[in-house]
């Protein structure tokens, strides 16, 4: 079955340290993944995403993921957190095997920065 | 600037009442979808059409419907039907398959 797993629901950084926000993913054709960021009472923006090619991607804002085939990963990744960058992440798949272009969600991983 | 309006962005409703829920996008996308967002639950696919006057039940369509008689409009209505109607509306739109979604700033709807 399709599915999105997000195994955090709260990440933890210090101001300045380096983030990893984690996604797993399951589908059974090739995998467009995506990365949005939700601030609160907001809708989602699109941060970055995973078609093919390079596997690893830079994106919207210093974030970058890093696509990993064999452990079907796509971790979300930034150098050195801002506060600013607290907020709700979700991670989210669209399996291209078929004409099916819904995305499938994870629950969502809330990002806490402390200064 | 293109993008997605979604009006009201706070809806209060008595129980028992339908309420529609407005998007719009000027984006030119064939795509739109309806989410509903709770708590430590994630985005659920309501409703989504990939073409106008053409669309398709999501995850959890029961007690809601839409229309989608223009290609900038996809209202959603959420009927009496609906048992627990309250939470956060988000309405989307894409073009191609390798597109990413665009968001409106969504809906809070509360019924008492």
């Known amino acids: 079955a399709q599915s999105v797993a997000q195994p955090e629901d709260q990440v933890n950084v210090a101001e300045g340290n380096p983030l990893t926000v984690k996604c797993t993913y399951s589908?059974?054709?090739?995998?467009?993944l995506f990365w949005y960021v939700q601030y609160p009472n907001r809708g989602l923006q699109f941060l970055l995403k995973?078609?093919?090619?390079d596997n690893l991607v830079k994106g919207s804002y210093g974030f970058e993921a890093e696509f990993n085939k064999s452990q079907t990963s796509f971790h979300l990744k930034k150098p050195s957190a801002l506060v600013s960058d607290s907020a709700l992440y979700f991670c989210?798949?669209?399996?291209?095997?078929?004409?099916?272009?819904?995305?499938?969600w994870g629950l969502g991983t809330s990002l806490a920065v402390n200064p | 600037d293109g993008g997605i309006t979604q009006s009201p962005k706070y809806l209060f409703r008595k129980e028992g009442q339908n309420v529609t829920l407005s998007c719009e996008q000027n984006?030119?996308?064939?795509?739109m979808y309806w989410y509903r967002q709770d708590p430590g639950q994630g985005l659920r696919l309501i409703y989504y059409?990939?073409?106008?006057?053409?669309?398709q039940k999501g995850d959890i369509a029961e007690g809601y419907s839409v229309s989608r008689e223009k290609k900038e409009s996809f209202p959603l209505t959420v009927t009496s039907a609906q048992k627990n109607p309250t939470a956060f509306y988000l309405c989307?739109?894409?073009?191609?398959?390798?597109?990413?979604?665009?968001f409106g700033n969504g809906t809070r709807l509360t019924v008492t």
């Open positions: 989210a798949v669209r399996d291209t095997a078929g004409n099916n272009r819904k995305l499938i």
């Open positions: 995973y078609i093919t090619g």
């Open positions: 989307a739109s894409t073009g191609t398959g390798e597109s990413p979604l665009h």
């Open positions: 984006l030119n996308h064939d795509a």
């Open positions: 589908v059974s054709g090739n995998p467009y």
């Open positions: 059409s990939q073409i106008v006057n053409d669309f």
